[in-house]
């Protein structure tokens, strides 16, 4: 029996900067109760949602667009 598993136990995260807007661009999220709220660098909100990842993509794309 092998005495350690084979399964690798790296768990940082690989995908924490790999989004194509850059750091200054990124709109930011805040957690409110249940809900979450993406802002944009002026400080209006942009959507507001329960689901973090939904608000984020949907955050992302808006502010692409601009």
Known sequence: MPRA???S??????QLNEGDLPRGKRPTIIERGKK???YDNY???IIL???RRI???YAN???RES
């Open 43 to 45: 400080g209006k909100l």
């Open 5 to 7: 598993s084979r399964k």
């Open 9 to 14: 136990t790296n768990t940082s995260n690989a």
């Open 49 to 51: 949602g329960y689901d």
């Open 61 to 63: 794309d808006r502010v």
């Open 36 to 38: 979450f709220a993406a």
């Open 55 to 57: 608000v984020q993509d």
